[in-house]
């Protein structure tokens, strides 16, 4: 008996032994369930499923393509177009491709004033005055990025009888310009030497410097109004041409005794409001551009004198001879503040409307950040 009930008893702790041994189990294979946590280490390895990210840099490098902008520039034949040459030159051979640049050169500033208005240029060389006119009657409707020409007017004539501009009362002068720099600066020295423009003189005006030429070419002992590079292809013309009057000096001379001198400017760079405000990345690489192009001109004038031939704006001949006259320039920012307003302030007091009727606000300057 007592051998079967230890016999039973070993029985039952074997059983129970086994119970929970058995009922262990899921607490050590628990263990492994922890894995799948451990195991995480794939979802950390998703990290290369940022790869579509990283090839996104392909995308990210055809942005400049994606975005380059449309930049329709018009300039006049002259000193402004013949700072654009080498900029043009490379924008037509693919070296400068970061926009989509187009060019025009026109031969009247009456070709410049509508395509600006009604949008169809971006930017445009223009006449000083005639972007304050254009601020005015937009209101704001444009900025000037630039001063590009400084002084290059002057009083040619087939002939020997002006010495001063008092020798100009009486006399028939040719001129262009109507309504622009050129007229402004005219009667401004006119009339502070005591001509008034309207009796002592007769100007005939012409719609192009090159009618101007012609006339003075035609008639000897003419005077005309001219502008480099036109006063050096009259030369080449005729001997019997000379300069007789730097419109600059006569400025300068006159401001002399201004506490606040202001300086003769020719041209300047205007942009549609709009496109600036739209594009100012493509402003910026304009005027870069822009600056080289004048700087490789100033420098390099027999090569760009072929390019200012191959333009078609004047003879290769003529530049070479012209262009170290033509104070070309690519003056922005405070400075060209400074320049162009107080010229506007002198053209103000002498004739409200060779400005558009008052001197343009400060944003009419535009002054990159």
């Not at 309207?198 to 035609?218: N, Q, R």
């Amino acid at each position: 008996m007592k051998r079967k009930c230890a016999s039973l008893f070993l029985a039952l702790a074997l059983l129970l032994l086994a119970l929970t041994g058995c009922a262990a189990a899921p607490e050590a294979t628990a263990v492994p369930t922890a894995a799948p946590e451990t195991t995480a280490a794939p979802e950390a390895t998703a990290a290369p499923t940022a790869s579509p990210e990283n090839t996104a840099a392909p995308e990210a490098g055809a942005e400049p393509e994606e975005e380059a902008v449309p930049v329709r520039v018009m300039a006049l034949k002259g000193p402004t177009a013949m700072g654009l040459v080498q900029f043009m030159d490379g924008a037509d051979k693919g070296e400068i491709a970061d926009n989509d640049y187009s060019f025009q050169i026109v031969g009247s500033v009456d070709e410049v004033t509508p395509n600006l208005v009604q949008g169809n240029v971006d930017i445009a060389a223009a006449p000083a005055n005639l972007a304050s006119v254009l601020y005015n009657n937009t209101e704001g409707g444009v900025q000037v990025l630039a001063v590009n020409t400084l002084g290059v007017l002057y009083i040619v004539e087939n002939g020997e009888t002006v010495q001063s501009v008092q020798d100009l009362r009486g006399r028939t002068i040719y001129a262009s310009g109507k309504g622009a720099t050129p007229e402004y600066a005219l009667n401004y020295i006119l009339s502070e030497n005591g001509i008034d423009p309207s009796a002592d003189v007769t100007i005939e005006w012409k719609s192009e410097h090159a009618e101007c030429l012609a006339a003075l070419l035609a008639n000897e002992g003419s005077v005309a109004m001219l502008p480099q590079p036109f006063v050096t292809t009259a030369q080449t013309q005729s001997e019997g041409v000379r300069v007789a009057l730097d419109l600059t000096q006569e400025w300068d001379a006159l401001q002399a005794e201004s506490e606040a001198p202001s300086a003769l400017l020719t041209g300047v760079v205007v942009a549609r409001t709009e496109f600036v405000q739209q594009h100012p990345e493509a402003v910026e690489a304009f005027l870069q551009h822009y600056a080289e192009s004048v700087a490789f001109v100033n420098e390099n004038v027999a090569e760009a004198a072929q390019l200012v031939g191959q333009y078609d704006i004047v003879p290769a001949a003529v530049a070479e001879k012209a262009i170290p006259a033509c104070n070309i320039v690519c003056i922005t920012g405070q400075e060209m503040k400074d320049k162009l307003s107080g010229y506007l302030a002198v053209l103000l007091e002498q004739n409200p409307q060779s400005v558009g009727g008052q001197l343009p606000a400060d944003d009419f300057y535009y002054l990159a950040q």
